[in-house]
């Protein structure tokens, strides 16, 4: 081994550019702590992991943002509903802020009698 000190690497523009652009069209968004532990609390009290339940929670704070509405009337909203149905509109949301190549999906239950069905012939 030399004795001389080691050479500091060669800075690299592309990594700063990239970074740069990488956050060009978006601007910071900020939450209240009270809006971030509410929200999470709320989905890790229907069943969420910790995990789950802060990325569903940030996920919703940013649409909430988005659309301006406050957080709290969504959670008065998402209330009433048992845990599939929130499941299923948790959902709608995340698949809402996703690529339309990776969506989630969910089972839905079949509303048609099966005796007005057997009636009809396709």
């Not at 030399?2 to 690299?12: E, F, I, V």
């Not at 969504?74 to 299923?88: M, P, R």
């Amino acid at each position: 081994m030399p004795s001389l000190p080691a050479t500091p690497p060669a800075k690299r523009s592309d990594k700063e550019v990239n970074q740069f652009f990488d956050k060009y069209f978006t601007q910071p968004l900020e939450f209240a702590s009270n809006e971030v532990d509410a929200v999470t609390t709320f989905f890790e009290k229907r069943g969420f992991d910790k995990a789950a339940a802060i990325a569903v929670s940030s996920t919703l704070l940013k649409q909430a943002k988005i659309d301006n509405v406050k957080v709290f009337q969504i959670l008065d909203t998402l209330e009433g509903l048992d845990e599939v149905k929130i499941s299923a509109v948790v959902a709608e949301i995340v698949n809402y802020n996703r690529p339309k190549y990776s969506t989630i999906g969910y089972k839905r239950t079949e509303t048609v009698d099966k005796t007005e069905r057997r009636n009809i012939r396709v």
